[in-house]
């Protein structure tokens, strides 16, 4: 794009939005006006593939934190505060980095050109709806600016009404384009802003096609069921718009998809390689859609079908894993105490194994005002059963809800372990002969201490709180691929016939000697039935693969040759994951620093089999680097490796290590 220009503009939004993502400007021309809608440079500021990036792409949209958030509203914003209000916030007086689309139009609204250009901006003011409306009929500075949007946006609401036909939303613009009597207030600044944007949208997305490359387009046109809006790789246009082809470019804070699009725009017009391909575009708008169609389902009043309102003694037990479902009547009820139907659902959930881990961070972390203190102990005092548990959790808080990482360090004290952990000004320590389990305990009194939930000083075990496993259905793909089984086959219908969500089936696995058929399911989604029924297959059809492996050991020996390609073929992690599965041996990663805060991370990972340990220690920027260090010595320990392929730690471990034939068989 060149070298960067300077930009002014103003921003339109409700005057209690905290994430200005956008903003426009006018320019009167001879021929006509030059439009500059400036929109944060989001993509300059979270790669892909960053923390910020993967926390977003989980989000996919923020629900109540943009423009059009109303006061009281649930509020969870795709990127983190310090992005979305912050760094990326188009605030006045402060110099901001943007992209700006800039259009000129001729008198009759017509493009005449339009270019995208990565520029330094700052903002001329932040106006409210009604600041705007005053401004466009009072004498201010500002004011022949805003009179020259508004009749730049009565054109273009004006060629598009002549060619699409009047759209099925309010508009402070009549059907030729003159202002309507009696509008609400604010309605003519949503509609100029929303002509600005439709307007650099379509400009934008002609700049992607120029330069063919695939992009996430909006698509909304005639289907079964009535006019239903998606986001697709394919370009099938967008009816209501009046738009061949479009794409939402204008809001890359609150939308993932539109922050993916973003970066292809400036790729496109920097004459860059494409940032992506379909493939990897696709599970995009996968998730763009359903996180759409969440949003709108939130939004809905309570007590439409799948949501009973309120009034009712007891609600009926909810669908395994469907959280959704499970937050919605939690909202619902007001309140989490042991006590009230709400909270004997959780109960039974945390009893059946029917939470997940982000569902328990949710519980600590996110929803203080319903879940009462005794409620957040029990939860904790039951993970004292299984502490390893709480580093998952921890971070499903930092994903999901802004909670801050952690860092942690476990030490030799005698013949125990004492692990500290340390979180946003709170601490957790913890004493215990096995380290992992003195990680997970220093977690969860940080957890304690983070929440403000009294723990006794001595953590006793509590009963245990067993964990659904929300990627079961991922783990049963990758199980009968391993096996070489054929499947999974799910078949799951919809069996709502017009009542409530329903989703009942089962998922069937075939072998040569072998046929699995789980037990019928039943959840409110279809995402929940697969994971449901994905949970008993993986319950039923582990200790079956376990005991072949186990036989092929026996026989055949370890199997070598999955270490042997590790460094051509697999990263070295998922290589010693493979080979410990395939050979029946234990691994796991024992933490000794974790701090984000200097990049700097240390571990120690284990291979345990008949009694005989091997240990290597990995260091690195990140959590994964340190592990993969660690898996790459263990490597060529196992292998024997020699020279520059065996690193010091690897050579001395070969020293003191039993054979690898020897120490599998010893099983």
Known sequence: MGNRTAVQGMTVDPAWARELDDAIWVDRLPRGYRATVSIADVAGMVPAGSIDDMIAAARGLSCGAGASAEPGARKEGMLIPQIARGAASLLPGRSRSVVAHITEFSLDGAPLSHRLARASFRSRAKLSHEDFESIFLGDDALSPTVRDAVTLAS????????????????????????????????????????????????????????ARMPMIYRNQGPREGGPVGRYETACHGHDRLGEPAYGQFTSPIRRYTDLVNQRIACAAAERADAPYDEVSLAPVCAEGNRAVQAAEAEARPRGLAGHPGPGRAADPPLPCLDSIAFRWAARRSGTLAPETACGREVQRRARDGLLTHDDVAWLLFACADIAPAEVRAGILHRLTANPAEMARIWRCGTASHCLPPYDAWTRPAGGDW?????????????????????????????????????????????????????????????????????????????????????FGGHVEVAAETFGYRSPVVHASSLRSASAAASALALAALNPYADCLLQDNLRRYGPDISILEGEHTVQRPLAALADFCRHNGAAHRCVWFAEMASSKRFECALEVSAGGNTLRALGAGAHRMEAMETAARDLAGALLGYGGPRASGVARELQKEITRPAEMCMAM
């Open 418 to 502: 004492v692990a500290s952990a340390i979180s946003g000004g709170h601490a957790g320590e913890a004493r215990d002969r096995d380290p992992v389990r003195a990680r997970g305990l220093a977690l969860i009194r940080l957890a304690a201490a983070a929440t403000g939930v009294g723990l006794p000083a001595h953590l006793q075990e509590g009963k245990g709180l067993v964990l659904a496993d929300a990627l079961a259905k991922a783990r049963l793909v990758s199980l009968c691929r391993f096996m070489g089984w054929g499947g999974p086959d799910f078949l799951i219908v919809d069996r709502s016939a017009g009542g409530p969500p329903h």
């Open 155 to 210: 054109l273009l609401w004006r060629r598009r009404v002549a060619s699409a036909g009047l759209p099925d939303w309010e508009s402070a613009f009549d059907a030729d384009g003159h202002l309507r009597e009696g509008c609400p207030a604010g309605l003519l600044a949503q509609s100029v802003v929303h002509e600005f944007m439709v307007a650099a949208n379509t400009c934008a997305t002609r700049v992607v096609r120029l």
